[in-house]
């Protein structure tokens, strides 16, 4: 469903909101680092997301990628649209031209309510909002650091 492009730009945002503000700024390096992004495809990213206003960066020695209160008010969507396009959940989870209630692929019943609920929270939650329920959740933006050997169990 999500690009690789979008997936990354969601989650180098969450990132910053989770970690910057306009007195600490991170890099596309550093931020390729701690996701384990490859750094010149985040670089562009941010750049975009940037030039987009969904968040905010300064250039010179002290520079970098940031979010701001402002920031934090748009939402996933607004990330999704500038990357690709939100009519990303309308096309078929199998990759069929033509998928609709209509038309429906094998898995369009099963898998059209989860699309329906993500897009919802997509637009109706905010960046920050976001954000502060990854923390809560203890959920992963990446698995770096994460110490655990999924073979031994």
Do not use: W
Not at 78 to 86: D, G
Not at 107 to 136: D, G, T
Request: some cysteine; overall charge neutral.
């Amino acid at each position: 469903m999500l690009s690789n492009a979008s997936k990354y730009a969601i989650r180098a945002v969450l990132y910053l909101a989770e970690n910057s503000s306009s007195k600490k700024r991170f890099g596309a390096k550093y931020i390729a680092e701690e996701l384990e992004i490859p750094q010149p495809f985040i670089a562009k990213l941010l750049q975009q997301l940037a030039k987009s206003k969904i968040i905010s960066s300064s250039k010179g020695p002290n520079g970098g990628f940031f979010t701001t209160e402002q920031n934090l008010t748009n939402n996933i969507c607004s990330i999704l649209n500038e990357i690709e396009s939100e009519d990303i959940f309308d096309g078929c989870f199998l990759g069929l031209p033509q998928c609709s209630d209509e038309n429906p692929c094998p898995v369009h019943f099963i898998v059209a309510p989860f699309k329906e609920a993500l897009l919802a929270k997509f637009k109706n939650q905010s960046i920050k909002e976001f954000a502060e329920e990854v923390k809560k959740n203890g959920a992963y933006l990446s698995l770096k650091g994460v110490k655990k050997n999924f073979l031994e169990d």
